[in-house]
């Protein structure tokens, strides 16, 4: 859920903070590796292949 669809200010507040977590340990993670993660449906498609050796369109064809 995004910051601006939480329904109260907690979740508000949830959100952000869930943001920041999450963009630092990017951050570490990138430094780690020596470059940048891939963005959007790279990502998406990286994520999927490695869990299995797969695509994510390959799976839903099964």
Known sequence: MGIENAPTPQGKEGARGL???TSAEERKVEAEKGSALAKGA??????????DGKSAGTKQQN
Do not use: G, L, Q
């Open 19 to 21: 943001r920041r977590e």
């Open 42 to 51: 790279d990502r998406f498609e990286e994520r999927s292949r490695s869990s």
